[in-house]
């Protein structure tokens, strides 16, 4: 790893109407516009999804990162996200993110290790740890 800080750059372009097209310097691309809530059609991600799949994303890399470092066998990990979206004070912003993990290990010898690591990711997941809104975690793990 590159010693910190670590500078992160994205961009946004956007006509008049339409998607708008993040990107990043290495060309890839993705399109960004309203979701349903705020009258988009719902048919590419949004910002609040983006930030929702950033959460989930890291908790994923930081997991397989520590079970490698712990040797951990394990088989398959899903992980989901949900953000509320309020107005505070005049202001719109997420104000709870509860963030959930299935895990799939090989043997159930391994379980509480297993628990032990997705609760150290989530500890150190550094866009959850970012947030302003309260955050919360729950996990469930599965042999096979």
Not at 40 to 55: K, R
Not at 68 to 97: P, S
Request: a negative charge; one cysteine or more.
């Amino acid at each position: 790893m590159k010693p910190f800080p670590h500078t992160y750059t994205a961009a946004a372009s956007a006509d008049p109407a339409g998607n708008v097209t993040s990107s990043l310097e290495n060309g890839c691309r993705v399109e960004v516009a309203p979701p349903v809530e705020f009258d988009g059609a719902g048919d590419v991600w949004s910002p609040e999804e983006l930030l929702m799949a950033a959460v989930v994303n890291c908790l994923v890399l930081s997991f397989r990162s520590i079970a490698r470092a712990y040797d951990l066998n394990w088989l398959h990990i899903e992980c989901f996200a949900d953000g509320q979206l309020e107005k505070v004070e005049r202001k719109v912003k997420f104000t709870r993110v509860h963030t959930r993990a299935k895990l799939s290990i090989a043997s159930a010898e391994d379980h509480d290790k297993a628990k032990r690591i997705l609760e150290k990711a989530e500890d150190t997941c550094f866009i959850t740890n970012s947030l302003s809104a309260e955050t919360s975690f729950s996990c469930e793990i599965v042999e096979g």
